[in-house]
């Protein structure tokens, strides 16, 4: 390492600089002047090659030996090493604008105010750094960042991950904001039980749904959803509670209540992370399964099947029949393959959601 660095027409020198010029002027040898300096000689020359930081300990010493203050060489260290940290900076924004790369401005504009800086890409840096509260955006490259990606089928793209880390991140600050009463599964439960009556309620359940889950110490967040973030939605601990997060990328009313009680029952079950596509492990399974049975109870789902009427009316007076919004039924005989996604007949039952923050 160099005694003085040079960065944006700016050098700074490392004390060690100075303390060669000291110890040539003095006449006298290296060893000589760490025995004076009460130092050992290694120790001297680290200083002196800028290999090593200047210590209070031997700022001191100098001071005495040479008749400066401790400050001046506590101030030529600390000049230094502002130096050097303004070019790692420069540095690591140069991979932030790698990581920024993936990530649509806009997004965080129409969806959270972030200022409009039309092709200021640094400056849309800093804003987007800044809101999301992390000293650098290259932390989203770290696959499991902040949960756990579970088991997911096929690779991950860097931008995937960058996009989901990003997602989870929105929501657990939102959650690290708001101050819920600690979780509690028993009320939990109840709340989940309370959601499935409102799912006709297409105009006002979320905030309905988000109260009895806050009583609950659970924080429900829905967010619009990051084009490539491959998820459909997350949980995590944050203190004493959960953050429960789901997002609209599918827009539909049926798979929309899906993910949300298939998160849920990942809650249920004491397990966090990231519900990606097609994810294929046993804690997905159990959740689906969950999913499916709160949505629509199996008895009564099986004896549907077995009557074989599948058109508008039947979902219709079934839907009503369990008290659920007709787009459920048809989303699970879509599922189940009972019924063409080309049929147009019943496209009319599935309502769409779209979220806004703002």
């Known amino acids: 390492m160099s005694n003085y660095i040079e960065y944006n027409d700016k050098i700074a020198f490392h004390p060690g600089y100075y303390i060669k010029e000291i110890v040539e002027e003095s006449g006298l040898t290296q060893e000589d002047f760490a025995k004076r300096l009460d130092t050992t000689p290694k120790n001297l020359s680290l200083l002196i090659r800028g290999e090593q930081s200047l210590s209070i300990d031997i700022a001191m010493k100098l001071s005495r030996m040479i008749g400066t203050s401790?400050?001046?060489?506590?101030?030529l260290q600390n000049a230094f090493d502002a130096l050097i940290a303004e070019f790692k900076s420069g540095e690591e924004l140069v991979q932030e604008r790698t990581v920024f790369s993936f990530i649509d401005y806009k997004y965080f504009r129409e969806n959270f105010n972030l200022p409009d800086l039309p092709r200021k890409i640094d400056e849309q840096i800093v804003q987007v750094r800044n809101f999301l509260n992390v000293a650098t955006l290259t932390v989203f490259m770290k696959r499991d960042m902040a949960v756990s990606f579970r088991s997911v089928t096929g690779e991950l793209s860097e931008a995937n991950i960058v996009k989901a880390n990003i997602m989870v991140q929105l929501a657990a600050n939102i959650a690290l904001k708001t101050a819920a009463p600690k979780f509690n599964k028993v009320l939990f439960e109840e709340a989940a039980r309370y959601a499935l009556t409102l799912t006709n309620s297409h105009?006002?359940?979320?905030?309905?749904?988000?109260?009895?889950?806050?009583?609950?110490?659970?924080?429900?967040?829905?967010?619009?959803?990051?084009?490539g973030s491959k998820i459909n939605g997350a949980t995590k601990k944050v203190g004493n509670n959960i953050m429960l997060m789901v997002n609209d990328r599918r827009l539909n009313s049926d798979t929309f209540w899906f993910s949300l009680f298939h998160e849920i029952g990942h809650i249920m079950n004491g397990d966090y992370g990231i519900s990606f596509d097609a994810e294929t492990c046993g804690q997905e399974e159990i959740a689906d399964k969950y999913a499916e049975d709160m949505l629509i109870p199996s008895e009564q789902y099986k004896q549907f099947i077995e009557e074989n009427r599948f058109d508008a009316k039947a979902i219709k007076t079934f839907a009503k029949k369990i008290d659920r919004d007709p787009g459920i039924v048809l989303g699970r005989l879509l599922n189940d393959k009972k019924v063409d996604y080309n049929d147009w007949t019943l496209h009319g039952l599935r309502h769409k959601y779209r979220v806004k923050t703002t």
């Open 203 to 227: 105009s006002t359940f979320y905030p309905l749904i988000k109260e009895a889950f806050y009583k609950a110490g659970v924080i429900f967040v829905i967010l619009p959803n990051i084009s």
């Open 70 to 75: 401790v400050s001046y060489w506590l101030n």
